[in-house]
């Protein structure tokens, strides 16, 4: 059982330092990728190494692997929306060099079209 809990801070702290090279989106799905991965995600392994673990402390494992993968989740969850946004103010910030520019209007409406 102290494996396994040693095991879960390992995964916590190199997630922690992986968490902090990300800055692209390629950077995230690998970060992702080792983390959550199907076949070779550490999490994964983790589940993984339960069916190994006596009778008697599988709750205990199972409560520190679910907590452990709830953390990355969401962690994963934060870096995953700090991207998108990160992208999508950047695409608002890219000028069409093709469109005319913005010309203020000069002069105020006539008095009778107000009135319509």
């Not at 994964?44 to 993968?69: C, F, S, W, Y």
Request: aromatic fraction near 4%; charge should be positive; glycine fraction near 4%.
């Amino acid at each position: 059982m102290e494996i396994l809990e040693k095991e879960v801070e390992e995964i916590k702290k190199s997630f922690e330092d992986a968490e902090k090279e990300v800055k692209d989106y390629q950077t995230f799905l690998k970060l992702k990728e080792e983390f959550l991965g199907r076949k070779k995600g550490k999490i994964t392994n983790l589940i993984n190494l339960l069916k190994t673990i006596p009778k008697e402390d599988k709750p205990r494992a199972g409560r520190l692997i679910n907590e452990i993968k709830e953390f990355v989740e969401s962690r994963v969850r934060e870096i995953e929306k700090r991207i998108e946004e990160e992208r999508l103010r950047r695409k608002r910030e890219v000028i069409d060099p093709t469109l005319p520019p913005l010309v203020p209007e000069i002069g105020s409406p006539h008095p009778i079209r107000k009135m319509s």
